[in-house]
């Protein structure tokens, strides 16, 4: 079997100030730099052989904690970027829906009918990180391959493995530094653990993780 860990970026001042980042290519946080140093020093598996990362910095730079943790180089891969926001990069959910209502009652109410201006929907969002996680996996095979990436993109992915129609993907939570354990075994999949923040321990109740709306 090749397992697969998909974990999401740590924490960013945009997910604070409730803005969809998109592709905006926004760092993270001191409390999400934080939160990858937890993630390091309490990652739930001893053996990694491969680490891919979406190419924007809040995934790379959470996906470098682990990498240096096992002497491993990053590989950068665009499939595994955010969904493209187009007009609603860097907005708020309120400056948002003063201007375009129906599509963002879509994006929470009917996301599989979601048409964002000028930007991606989640079709085309799940088309291109699950078709290049199969592709990885056959590269893999047998082998233990982490990937950091983004909520939506997390979400869509587990969505489309675990044949869950996309109108229900915002039932996947997905935290800042969420572990998700997955095992492979030809067309046969195992999820092992959705949404695990256990590395975070005593700062899931102090204010180190904020920003866990489904706002990316």
Known sequence: MTRVILIRHGLTEWNN????????????SKDGYNQAKLLAENFPVENVDCIYSSDLKRAFATAEAIARKFKLEVITDKAFRELDFGDWEGLTYEEINKVWPEEISNFFGAPENLSIPNGETFTQLAERSVNRLKGIIAENNGKTVVVFAHGAVIRSMLATLMHIPLHYLWSLRQDNTAVNVLRFDGDYVMVETINNTAHLGKYLSTGIVKGQSPKK
Do not use: I
């Open 17 to 28: 100030a409730g803005r969809y980042q998109g592709q905006s290519n926004t760092d993270l």
